[in-house]
């Protein structure tokens, strides 16, 4: 009998606890939908400040206000971040000369900072993929690049190198409070750029220097303005002095850096007619 009797209050027992059983998976369920949606409508607004903080980069105008907005978004959810920034603390005149995104990455470097954030800095220089851009319609419509300061020396960095960097910083110890510019391995005259890139693809590619009004004009509702004078002004500011260069990338990943010539035989179809521009 008292078996029988502890075998009942044990079904007793069960019985009780199966609805809330049942209510459990049902509350944690509602839980996670809860915290979706929060995640979603959190990294909607993330996005949003980021897309126009992008904006205002690609413009070269601006405010912090949105950097201000996605690093405190960036505080609640992460202990440390890598920012792709600007060298515009480096003592070269390529980099010193008034540039208004360097003053919204400052103000950007300086709110990770306040927010508390594990930082690691990446400086790249010149982009190497710029040339697309810059020179691809021109050179698959014909043989004559026109642009200015000709003899205006840069380090182009490949992306690929700067996205390497930034993952390995990321992810590996040892680089909290880093602060790296990244370049590519030579100085190169953009008309010096501007043959290799005819060189690759077997043709010969004229540099026809414009001055910086034929410039500003040919570049006029294309460009933005704030962007043409602060590349005027860079490029004006380095004639008869190489490239500042880095071994940073080597130094983070153990391998050199891709060179100009690497990078445009690999993006060779860029400049190619009927190729799609990326």
Request: proline share 8%.
């Given at each position: 009998a008292e078996a029988l009797g502890e075998r009942q209050a044990a079904r007793g027992e069960q019985a009780a606890e199966q609805p809330e059983r049942r209510r459990q998976p049902q509350r944690a369920q509602r839980k996670a939908v809860r915290v979706a949606q929060l995640e979603r409508h959190a990294k909607q607004r993330l996005a949003?400040?980021?897309?126009?903080?992008?904006e205002a980069e690609q413009l070269g105008v601006g405010t912090d206000q949105d950097g201000l907005a996605v690093v405190e978004r960036l505080a609640t959810d992460a202990r440390r971040v890598v920012f792709l920034s600007s060298p515009h603390q480096t003592p070269h005149p390529f980099f010193q000369q008034p540039n208004p995104m360097a003053a919204l990455h400052a103000g950007i470097e300086r709110h990770i900072a306040a927010a508390g954030l594990e930082s690691t800095i990446i400086r790249p220089g010149i982009f190497a993929s710029n040339v697309v851009p810059w020179w691809a319609t021109a050179i698959r419509a014909g043989d004559v690049v026109r642009w200015p300061f000709g003899a205006a020396e840069t380090a182009p960095v490949d992306d690929r190198d700067v996205a390497a960097v930034a993952a390995r910083t990321l992810y590996q110890v040892g680089h909290a409070g880093g602060d790296y510019v990244l370049t590519g391995p030579e100085s190169l005259s953009q008309a010096e750029q501007v043959n290799i890139i005819g060189d690759v693809l077997g043709r010969r590619i004229v540099f026809e220097e414009l001055s910086p009004d034929e410039f500003r004009s040919e570049t006029e509702g294309s460009w933005p303005r704030p962007v043409v004078g602060m590349l005027l002004a860079a490029w004006g500011a380095t004639i008869g002095r190489p490239a500042f260069i880095t071994t940073t990338v080597s130094d983070i990943l153990g391998s050199p850096p891709r060179s100009f010539?690497?990078?445009?035989?690999?993006?060779?179809?860029?400049?190619?007619?009927?190729?799609?521009?990326?």
């Open positions: 949003r400040h980021a897309d126009a903080l992008h010539r690497q990078w445009v035989a690999d993006h060779a179809t860029a400049f190619t007619e009927g190729s799609p521009l990326p």
